[in-house]
């Protein structure tokens, strides 16, 4: 019936049967990650009374109770949030519930001819939140420090007018943009969101140390930038009636650092499973220091 969950991550977004004694048809609107909205056909034939059960964007079907015999002659849904459906069909048949903890309901296949004849619910684990504790850092297996070149940030022309050699001073606001990546050696699912509490490792001198703890949350497989302002002075003593060119540059430094964590997973029902020593990377690209270097002194 609906293989419209077989291309990835599917979930009903609202459910519309007509009912009698039994299920007429169903017809089933499903959104994606991407909250793209695709509606599947009707499936059955068009008679009996309406009953539509409309879902959240973060909701999700996490039980299914119903009735069946000869056809599908009852359905009700409960999901995530604790919500129930209305109970769409009559009273025979045998009742039945279906549930699967850690996973929702993504699709339903079946058959169909003037009624629902049958059903069968497919269920996927959507996690949507991983939450990282303990995090230690092996210090001693830091995987890579690269060393690159000096990047330019700004220049300017220090000029002395005055007759006599003289301290100039240039000002300057500086933006400097930092980056940090967690990937787990395990894969997880990108796009869900991460809550992590840890110390962050830091290039010192070319030695890498840990800094204050700190808590965030992102996405996982999201490079976390931080950009930091601040206004850096250019000085030089500059020879009388002379001018020279002050130029700021950056050294940027790379570091990737192994470590473990205790992980915690949560799902959509909200059932949640802790795996304890995980190994990831830690991956971290940060201003080590500013250098200025001054040119020749030239007469105006």
Not at 87 to 115: A, D, K, L, Q, V
Not at 134 to 142: I, K, R, T
Not at 192 to 211: G, K
């Amino acid at each position: 019936m609906d293989t419209i969950g077989a291309a990835g991550f599917t979930a009903p977004k609202s459910i519309n049967i007509k009912k009698a004694a039994w299920v007429d048809s169903i017809q089933i609107t499903y959104q994606t990650y991407g909250k793209n909205i695709r509606e599947a056909p009707i499936r059955g034939e068009l008679g009996g009374e309406y009953c539509r059960f409309d879902l959240d964007l973060d909701e999700r079907i996490v039980n299914v109770t119903g009735a069946s015999d000869k056809f599908v002659d009852a359905l009700q849904f409960i999901t995530n949030k604790g919500r129930i459906s209305p109970y769409c069909g009559g009273n025979s048949g045998i009742r039945f519930t279906e549930s699967h903890p850690g996973y929702i309901m993504s699709f339903i296949s079946g058959r169909s001819y003037h009624y629902l004849d049958q059903i069968q619910f497919h269920w996927i684990r959507e996690e949507v939140k991983y939450i990282m504790t303990s995090l230690n850092y092996d210090l001693n297996q830091v995987k890579q420090i690269q060393k690159e070149k000096p990047t330019f940030v700004f220049s300017t022309t220090l000029i002395n007018r005055s007759p006599i050699e003289q301290k100039i001073s240039y000002t300057h606001t500086v933006t400097t943009v930092e980056s940090e990546t967690w990937t787990m050696k395990n894969e997880l699912t990108y796009g869900v969101t991460v809550s992590i509490s840890c110390d962050i490792p830091r290039l010192v001198d070319w030695s890498v140390q840990l800094s204050t703890t700190y808590t965030r949350g992102f996405e996982y497989g999201q490079t976390k930038t931080t950009e930091t302002t601040r206004d850096h002075t250019l000085e030089a003593r500059v020879p009388a009636n002379s001018q020279l060119t002050a130029t700021l540059l950056a050294l940027d430094g790379e570091i990737e650092v192994p470590y473990t964590t205790n992980l915690v997973i949560v799902y959509a029902d909200g059932t949640e499973i802790s795996k304890s020593d995980q190994t990831g990377t830690f991956t971290g690209v940060q201003l080590v220091k500013m250098t200025a270097e001054y040119g020749p002194a030239i007469p105006i």
